[in-house]
C-alpha cells in the first residue's frame, strides 16, 4: 500500500543544484525512517541520505555540506536539497521508505518500500 512518487529530477551544470522530492501515500512519514538512495551506471546503489521520527539526519561522506535531506509532516513529502552539484552525482535517485523509527543505516536492505526514481545528470 506504500507509494512512493519521486520529482525534481534534471540536467544541470557542475555547481548548480536541484531539489528533489517524493511524495508518500499509504504511509506516515513523520513515524518511521525514510532515505535517499542513487544507483549510477554499472554501480550497487548506494545510500545518501536519512532522516528518523525525530528529524536527525545521516549523510554519506560523498554529500556532506551539500547535500540536505529534509521533510514536510503536514504535507507528507520528504526532500533532498542538492547544492554544488558534481559529475559524480549523476544516477538515479530513489526514495525509499523503512518501519524502523530511530536506526536508519544507509544501507538498501533496511528499507522496504522504493519508489520508481527520477534522473539526475550533472555535466562537467
Known amino acids: 500500500q506504500v507509494q512512493l512518487v519521486e520529482s525534481g529530477g534534471g540536467s544541470v551544470q557542475a555547481g548548480g543544484s536541484l531539489r528533489l522530492s517524493c511524495a508518500a501515500s499509504g504511509y506516515t512519514i513523520s513515524y518511521y525512517c525514510m532515505g535517499w538512495f542513487r544507483q549510477a551506471p554499472g554501480k550497487e546503489r548506494e545510500g545518501v541520505a536519512a532522516?528518523?521520527?525525530?528529524?536527525?539526519?545521516k549523510y554519506a561522506d560523498s554529500v556532506k555540506g551539500r547535500f540536505t535531506i529534509s521533510k514536510d509532516n503536514a504535507k507528507n513529502t520528504l526532500y533532498l536539497q542538492m547544492n554544488s552539484l558534481k559529475p559524480e552525482d549523476t544516477a538515479i535517485y530513489y526514495c525509499?521508505?523503512?518501519?524502523?523509527?530511530?536506526?536508519?543505516?544507509?544501507?538498501?536492505?533496511?528499507?522496504?518500500?522504493w519508489g520508481q526514481g527520477t534522473q539526475v545528470t550533472v555535466s562537467s
Open positions: 532522516i528518523d521520527m525525530y528529524r536527525s539526519t
Open positions: 525509499a521508505a523503512t518501519s524502523h523509527r530511530n536506526y536508519c543505516p544507509l544501507v538498501p536492505s533496511y528499507f522496504n518500500s
